[in-house]
């Protein structure tokens, strides 16, 4: 892919830009989709609209007024709200949708506008490619959203179980908890059709969290945030266990005897807590009729 050429193809607010690796090679080839897409299974349509939408006719939505907002603001001047001081769960975020009556302009809609910064792919010394921005990102704004095929649960298996141990693995498995003690799972795989988050790396101190963040139905957009301020020319990264930033640890690795047989891959984050190993959650290759309990 030539210098300056843009990674998106257009289908982003801003371009995304690509530094060429060694002898002018790019990233490997992928279809760019900003948003996620239904998977081969066909078991999950992201793009389906159920949710039913706020009356709310002005510009911006307000707290105790708008539907969307019950559970309370989620941004304030395009920042996500942080969490009041002993909040035991992160609460979860709704944006108003696509049938929502308020402006395109509201302040509840943030995540849905997709990428605010310039951003680049580039090639790392050891860890592949990754993503950096090009300009200053302030603590809590929206960087970029994890995007690609919605899984079902069968489907993720077998992508993950037909991995080998050279192979890189994209595919997400996020496990909300909810207060009923129910497990809400979501599968997202950039493998073959993704966005620029496919190429973050794994930091065991990232400056990035995710968040799952929802907006025409309760499929998540798996949002990416700041986590403090980040630098013009930093990379961008995220803990791929989803520990950082959970309070309390919602999301953790699952271990069992399907690990101990199984090489881990060295982790070149270079962190001063680097754990050595990149995350690993063995539920995937569990069998069929085994339930996955933890998160990842």
């Not at 009923?180 to 400056?207: A, K, W």
């Amino acid at each position: 892919m030539a210098a300056g050429a843009d990674l998106s193809g257009g289908l982003e607010p801003l371009a995304v830009a690509v530094a060429p690796g060694q002898r002018g090679q790019g990233p490997p080839a992928f279809q760019y989709s900003p948003d996620n897409v239904a998977g081969a299974d066909g078991d999950i349509d992201p793009t389906e609209i159920t949710f039913p939408g706020c009356p709310c006719l002005t510009s911006s939505c307000v707290v105790h007024a708008c539907s969307c907002l019950s559970r309370g603001e989620n941004y304030s001047a395009l920042r996500l709200r942080a969490p009041d001081e002993g909040e035991e769960y992160a609460r979860p975020v709704f944006e108003c949708s696509a049938l929502c009556r308020c402006g395109d302009s509201c302040g509840n809609r943030v995540v849905q506008r997709g990428l605010q910064f310039r951003l680049e792919v580039f090639k790392t010394e050891k860890k592949g490619w990754g993503l950096r921005t090009l300009e200053f990102i302030a603590k809590g704004r929206f960087v970029c959203e994890y995007a690609g095929e919605v899984l079902g649960l069968n489907e993720a298996r077998r992508r993950i179980q037909a991995q080998t141990a050279e192979d890189s693995n994209y595919i997400i498995a996020v496990r909300e908890h909810l207060h009923n003690g129910q497990i809400m799972e979501t599968f997202v795989d950039p493998t073959y059709i993704g966005n620029v988050g496919r190429f973050l790396n794994h930091s065991c101190e990232p400056n990035l969290f995710m968040v799952p963040v929802r907006v025409d139905s309760m499929v998540p957009k798996l949002a990416l945030f700041a986590a403090t301020d980040i630098s013009a020319g930093e990379e961008l990264s995220y803990d791929y266990s989803g520990r950082f930033c959970n309070l309390p640890i919602t999301v953790r690795e699952h271990k069992s005897s399907a690990e101990d047989n199984r090489p881990r891959k060295p982790c070149y984050c270079g962190s001063r807590t680097c754990a050595s190993f990149l995350p690993w959650d063995s539920s995937l290759f569990a069998m069929a009729d085994t339930c996955a309990g933890s998160s990842l």
